[in-house]
Nanobody, 123 residues
Framework: QVQLVESGGGLVQAGGSLSLSCVAS????????MGWYRQGPGKQRELVAR???????NYADSVKGRFTISRDNAKNTVYLQMNSLKPEDTDVYYC?????????????????WGQGSQVTVSS
């Protein structure tokens, strides 16, 4: 199995910066893509940023130019640097990893989520 553990987040004033990190561990064969999503009360979970194993990135329009996603393939870790934060960025942020893992003698796919990290931006 594969587990994702997030760290970072917290409370910051508008215009400030925060960072998030997420480490994947377990019987990982290969991680294809990692990303960050966010969800507020009563809202659907939405993509914030995603990065493939080869470093191809895509961002939500609302965070382009302010957030940067990066990853360390050797450490199975993804990072999200969030700058120029706005109150509307306040949400719970979830890490997601898609890939394959060892399951006995087989290779199986996984699409796992982290536990969620609160990001609060005060005005």
């Amino acid at each position: 199995q594969v587990q994702l553990v997030e760290s970072g987040g917290g409370l910051v004033q508008a215009g400030g910066s925060l960072s998030l990190s997420c480490v994947a561990s377990g019987s990982i064969f290969r991680i294809i893509a990692m990303g960050w999503y966010r969800q507020g009360p009563g809202k659907q979970r939405e993509l914030v940023a995603r990065i493939t194993r080869n470093g191809v990135t895509n961002y939500a329009d609302s965070v382009k130019g302010r957030f940067t996603i990066s990853r360390d393939n050797a450490k199975n870790t993804v990072y999200l640097q969030m700058n120029s934060l706005k109150p509307e960025d306040t949400d719970v942020y979830y890490c997601k990893a898609d890939g394959t893992y060892y399951s006995g003698s087989r290779i199986e796919e996984f699409y796992n989520w982290g536990q969620g990290s609160q990001v609060t931006v005060s005005s």
